[in-house]
């Protein structure tokens, strides 16, 4: 069936979007297609508003609202300066928010090393982390980035890049989840979880 070119292109630009194929991404162009007008023109508004009216933080790179030189946790005088915690995406700075148990700054790479796919130190944020830490007063970088093998070699290289300057370094635990079986825990994790374990008080 042949589709007229605004719907088709539609569903090619929803089906460039990770987790969209191409049978979600007709359902989606379908809906908007019948919905009311102001569904398809808020949409709209908000794909145009999220380019214009976003920026990065000056000072850790995590996403704020466009005129900002500071996100709100770097503009926040109650958060801990002493400590920065390391993430590679600004998704992975609102999961870590959501459990209320951090106070400290942040500090977002904007993705991880990756010797295959061509991503170097220098495609990264991590000149700057390394001049936030020389400008003083940080003591402790928590390095959480993901449990991957990208991950693993980013958090290698910044040790490798911060240790000489006197930081506490530290990395997220890793092992088995709450609620979790062993079974069904694979050999990584199980082996993560008997080298990360801790004394019963």
């Known amino acids: 069936m042949l589709l007229p070119e ?3 292109n539609l569903i090619t630009a929803l089906s460039r979007l990770p987790g969209v194929g191409p049978k979600t991404a007709s359902r989606l162009t379908f809906y908007l297609l019948h919905a009311p007008d102001e569904v398809a023109n808020d949409l709209a508004a908000a794909l145009v508003n999220l380019k214009s009216g976003t920026t990065y ?3 850790c790179f995590n996403i704020t ?3 900002r030189t500071e996100c709100e946790i770097c503009a926040n005088d109650s958060r801990d300066r002493r400590m920065i915690c390391v993430v590679e995406e600004p ?3 609102l999961a870590l928010e959501r459990t209320g148990g951090y106070t400290g700054r942040y500090h977002v790479l904007h993705g991880a090393l990756s010797p295959i796919e061509g991503i170097g130190p ?3 944020r991590i000149r700057e982390l390394i001049e936030r830490v020389r400008a003083g007063g940080v003591e402790e970088i928590i ?3 993901n449990p991957s093998m990208e991950g693993d070699y980013t958090a290698s290289y910044l040790r490798q890049q911060l240790q000489p ?3 506490h370094l530290t990395r ?3 092992g088995l989840p709450v609620g979790g079986d062993l079974e069904y825990a694979d050999q990584n994790t199980l082996l993560r979880a008997l080298s990360g374990r801790q004394e019963m008080s």
């Open 6 to 8: 605004p719907i088709q």
């Open 57 to 59: 933080c000056q000072t």
């Open 65 to 67: 609202a466009a005129g």
């Open 91 to 93: 998704l992975d700075v």
């Open 122 to 124: 220098e495609n990264l």
């Open 143 to 145: 390095l959480a980035t």
């Open 165 to 167: 300057m006197g930081v």
């Open 172 to 174: 997220l635990a890793r």
